[in-house]
């Protein structure tokens, strides 16, 4: 099985990205399915009906969310329509949190692919433990047995913990990949036990900018400690920045994880394309 | 002129991939400077005189260090005696810490090459502005004019203050970089004003590990919350991670910034050869 | 029936004024239960079985703990065996911690009162909520209905969440009294729904000193981020800091609270004496 | 020389309690200056000219602020004009922030006080080095030669960083007092050089309340992690709370150092009145 995982979606430069490359993508690359973490799509901040829309009609087949989840309030009455909308799964008991951490969706062609978001903790917002939530999840859909496959969305700051939980899963998922730092990491690898792994898949967005984000406030904040203005998305040409992987149709394994970035500043990276265009 | 960074050296297997790699990367790639980050190179936790004499035989010009520069204490000696060793620049005034935080050296050909190293304070312990002392580092030698290369390592834990950073310097130095996540990012480009920049130079270590640790004392943290032992390097092979940066000789400015990843786990990424080797 | 809790203990100094003053005040006071926060008893650093076993001697019937509840690696053992030892009650589920974070204790009089320790997650290490985990201790054992008493030792770095903390208990709780930053706060109030509040109890520490601990590291370390010793207790008389409860025996609410400072640097304050002695 | 410090007014209920309680303070103690925190006066974030003139006409010679300084913009503009408003003085060199962060007011009987604000560095957004700029503006006026008087307001969260502050300044200023965590603290003291300290001056505020604050707000966010609306301060009747302070002629180092609280729902501690009033 092919599917591929895109990082945070910011504003309307990362939207367009998606719309624009995403369905070549989807096509060269013969995917499956389709996950990408919209937690920035709208304005920068959360995602709304129509944002989500603008990705799913460019090929998404699940959208993740993040520290950012709820930035526009609509998200929290969507969320409980739109089972394609996986929020972090790790909030406390009393939270009574709209919407799903985790689902477990049917391809077209009848596989079943477990998708989980996951907040960390490490310099971030406190949440309940999010390696026993995984845990939780893992169990609930194992891979090979009742799951084809397995993705864990772990949205993250710290390395440390990112990879941690990689190795938490090893074995149990088929990936688990980063987002929240909005940088892609280039240390895509097949973990011992057979997961596949990189620490961030980088942000769909503009990479003139500070994290997506138009530059000028954040340097003004940081060299002065005086906000002005609000944050608004950079609007330059945004890069499509995700991870490829392919599976063991028997174990849900990983047999090969490779990035993907098109478009905007960084250098295009695309996989060996495996099939005819 | 060319030259290369390199990120966080993690204890023995880093050290040991410096002086399996960095000889033949230095010959292959001509580089007539080259400047590493040292701050855990002794077992994983700061960097110590034989720790550094190890990295200087493997070609290294120059350490930068971190938020672990005196975890060795022999470190706060010993870089009083050590010009090439480069501690962070952005103490407070009260702290008379030992040591350069910048520092112009002169290469065999007679070229100048500035190299500072910054802490960064997002999450990160608190230290002096590190956006005025840079500034301040910068007008101290102006690229072009005094320096031939302004080299800037950025430690710091997020991505948003070493973008900004990037920003910050761009057109006045020929390369920002980050260190201290010990994760490669896969984000190599020059700024508009001809700065080449990449947000994490990666660490030099075994990537089979949680950030160049052995992965079983962080996951039991993570999982339980109760520390059990130390934490030690991981003893896989490691890879060299870092940056190749090539500069304009009259403006001092790049013109190629290309990622090096060689040995251990990690996909081997090298600039195209210039010179037969 | 009249109860205490004194807050953090901290090493030799700390330990040697509750064997000083308490006997006394247990006496002056008619308490029938004394509460203890033991986590800084062992050097500053956690419990060990013989400050406990000091603390004990000097009247405490109970112990409580905190962030530094195993610096002391004894006490992961030690809390097995001793069930007057309490220990933060919201690990998370993979933890596995040794220990209870509540329990139910019965005074020589045969009242019951129910006694725990949570963790503030504002400016701590991470934790599951703890307002979650507490929720659900109260439940365990209702006020006025199994609980004579109830009492709620809020380990926590914020004076918001402690706050939060009183609110979410009140009308559920004796008390709820915060421990952790050392200093007793002077805003013992009785809440609208009956629990009687003290956002710190304060520390049983010598107050010339940094938060107990000999003041000449900490300020090296504040003024030149360099540390060059390990922090210890100070050593001049401390104080000991807590807070008197009186509840009503039907309810289990409290009908008076008052702070007791006795001995050191700070100023006397004893809460007018009931009894005869 | 007497004169008293008020901690963090917060919003309509805590600017009305001053109003109230601070003009028969301030003749019943034969006040010769007074300085309120007043970072939190408009509507709990910020201050403005309005809300500041409503304490000025309560009887404050001096307003100083903190991590909210500048909630409200119009207190950017207003300070260059306002003399009498003191922000924190450790802005890193490129902030260009206007105002002051200490200013040296003459007392209607001629007496100087060097009044100044600085913003603690632990668990707070970054800012420079809060002792060496204390220091410096320590030396700028020394007590007992230039200056009658010395405060220093350490607006901090960590009870650690603020008795630091006390030490640091001991002998050099007349109080240090901290301000921001808005709850007094039970440790008025004079250390061993002859500043009077105390931790947290408390908020001018509502007690039944998250530090000054409608608690549903704070509690739902501590419970459910998803904010609903904005915080608003709380309407009950607030406590007026600070410190006294008496200072040798000669050498304007403290006498005397005592808690104020009078009004709401903490207990009324007034120093023992020395004149009839
Ligand atoms: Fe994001
Ligand atoms: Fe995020
Ligand atoms: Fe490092
Ligand atoms: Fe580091
Ligand atoms: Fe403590
Ligand atoms: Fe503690
Ligand atoms: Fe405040
Ligand atoms: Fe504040």
């Not at 609509?74 to 709209?98: G, S």
């Not at 944050?231 to 945004?238: D, F, R, V």
Request: with cysteine; glycine share 10%.
């Amino acid at each position: 099985m092919r599917f591929a995982f895109f990082g945070d979606v910011v504003g309307r430069a990362g939207r367009d990205a998606v719309s624009e490359h995403l369905p070549f993508v989807r096509r060269a690359l013969d995917l499956e399915f389709v996950i990408v973490n919209a937690e920035n799509a709208a304005s920068g901040f959360g995602v709304s009906e129509n944002t989500a829309n603008q990705l799913f009609e460019a090929g998404a087949d699940c959208l993740t969310l993040g520290n950012h989840s709820w930035d526009q309030k609509e998200a929290l009455t969507y969320i409980v329509r739109e089972p394609r909308l996986i929020r972090p799964l790790n909030y406390p008991p009393l939270a009574d949190v709209p919407g799903r951490g985790v689902n477990l969706f049917e391809t077209a062609s009848g596989k079943r692919i477990l998708v989980m978001n996951a907040l960390g903790l490490v310099h971030m917002a406190s949440m309940d433990d999010p390696f026993a939530a995984v845990d939780k999840a893992l169990e609930s859909a194992p891979l090979g047995l009742v799951a084809d496959a397995v993705v864990v969305d772990i949205h993250a700051e710290a390395t440390s913990e990112k990879m941690a939980m990689g190795h938490f899963c090893d074995g149990r998922a088929s990936l688990v990949v980063g987002t929240h730092t909005h940088v892609p990491t280039a240390d895509a690898q097949i973990l011992p036990g057979g997961t596949a792994y990189q620490t961030d898949a980088g942000a769909c967005a503009d990479y003139d900018s500070v994290i997506g984000m138009d530059k000028e406030e954040p340097l003004r904040r940081f060299t002065t400690r005086i906000g002005k203005e609000r944050y608004k998305p950079a609007s330059g040409p945004a890069t499509l920045c995700g991870v490829f992987v392919e599976t063991d149709d028997k174990t849900g394994l990983a047999t090969r994880v490779e990035p993907i970035r098109l478009g905007g500043r960084l250098k295009t990276v695309l996989p060996e394309l495996q099939v005819s265009v």
